[in-house]
């Protein structure tokens, strides 16, 4: 299983995350460390959305986790985010793989 976290950004957020930019990558870097977070990047064209995918025994806790404590949550950066469970069945790192 995976989960996909989704964070919403207001229009002005390239601007508002300046000063917490930093830690949050530093913060998003140690879940991929831990094995934690596949990936982690934007999305669109703008506003932009912040999608993370996290892997694990129960990745929707750990997705949720990671957003109450990141900081752009915490700071008001992102104006809101979801976290979904995914049933992946196609790919190499898919968790329930299936073969036609």
């Known amino acids: 299983m995976h989960a996909l976290l989704e964070y919403d950004f207001g229009d002005d957020h ?18 991929v460390e831990r094995g934690d977070m596949l990936l982690g990047g934007a999305a669109g064209e703008g506003p932009y959305t912040g999608v993370m995918i996290f892997m694990g025994d129960d990745p929707v806790a750990l997705a949720s986790t990671h957003a109450a404590s990141d900081p752009y949550v ?6 809101s985010w979801r976290v979904l469970p995914w049933a992946t069945v196609v790919g190499h790192d898919a968790a329930a793989p299936v073969r036609p």
């Not at 995350?17 to 913060?27: F, K, Q, S, V």
């Not at 915490?74 to 104006?79: N, P, Q």
């Open 14 to 31: 390239l601007t508002a995350r300046l000063p917490y930019r930093r830690e949050h990558l530093a913060y998003a870097c140690a879940a």
């Open 74 to 79: 915490l700071h008001g950066i992102a104006s």
